[in-house]
């Protein structure tokens, strides 16, 4: 977190200072006042600069997590996946509430104010707000996508639920229909129709497959068992 106070002739930096974002800034400083001259929109720059610059690499960090919780959600089905989903996009919303002020800030700043005088200064701005609003688009477009993301995941659930219950209710309907040949002939007859017990069993067991596979045939040709 840092915290800038920018005035026509001072510049207040309240910062961690393990903040590995400013390990290289006094070199960074040198240069830029070297080439800008002594004023404080040089260090303002200078600051803003160091801190605008690794927000691509965090973008990227981003879209790689994204593409993986997409690969874990969508192909793998992982549940534990979700939780990861939600989490990254309470970072994502964090971020994106620390980018979009500091880039609307400098959009007024990259204008001709008292404490940026010099051109190159505010072209120097200008690239750098223009830094974060690629920043804000990439985080708002991820922001999008991960609510698509969750409910593919809850249709394919959803789907995969209804081929469960469809297999269910074919092999519910098989048996039932199945179970209801034997019944017919034990309550019916008195004895095995017409043959003797042992061949009248295994008529009833054929009788019984082939009922049962022409309506396993009805559902496959209606796509129920897929």
């Known amino acids: 977190e840092l915290v800038l106070l920018v005035g026509d002739r001072f510049l207040v930096s ?5 903040t590995q974002q400013f390990s290289q800034l006094s070199e960074n400083l040198e240069r830029s006042l070297s080439r800008y001259g002594v004023e ?9 600069e160091s801190i605008a610059v690794h927000y691509p690499l965090m973008v990227e960090e981003v879209r790689l997590r994204v593409d993986a919780l997409e690969e874990r959600v969508l192909n793998r089905e992982e549940p ?3 939780t990861d989903l939600y989490q990254l996009r309470r970072e994502l919303t964090a971020l994106r509430r620390v980018i979009a002020p500091e880039e609307a800030l400098i959009g007024s700043r990259a204008t001709p104010v008292s404490f940026v005088s010099n051109p190159e200064i505010q072209e120097g701005l200008l690239d750098i707000k223009h830094i974060m609003q690629r920043a804000v688009d990439d985080i708002d477009q991820y922001l999008s996508m991960l609510p698509d993301i969750l ?4 249709a394919l659930k959803s789907d995969n639920l209804n081929r469960i219950l469809k297999l269910l209710t074919v092999w519910s309907i098989i048996l039932a229909a199945v179970a209801l040949l034997p019944t017919i002939l034990g309550i019916s007859l008195t004895q095995a129709p017409n043959v003797s017990p042992y061949l009248g069993y295994v008529i009833s067991l054929g009788a019984m497959t082939l009922f049962g596979g022409l309506i396993w045939y ?7 068992t897929a």
């Not at 309240?14 to 393990?18: L, R």
């Not at 404080?40 to 803003?48: K, N, P, W």
């Not at 409910?151 to 809850?154: A, C, I, L, S």
């Not at 009805?218 to 129920?224: A, C, D, E, T, V």
């Open 151 to 154: 409910n593919t995941y809850e």
């Open 14 to 18: 309240i910062h961690n200072p393990e």
């Open 40 to 48: 404080i929109g040089a260090v303002a720059f200078t600051v803003l």
């Open 80 to 82: 534990e996946g979700i």
């Open 218 to 224: 009805f559902f496959k040709r209606r796509g129920w």
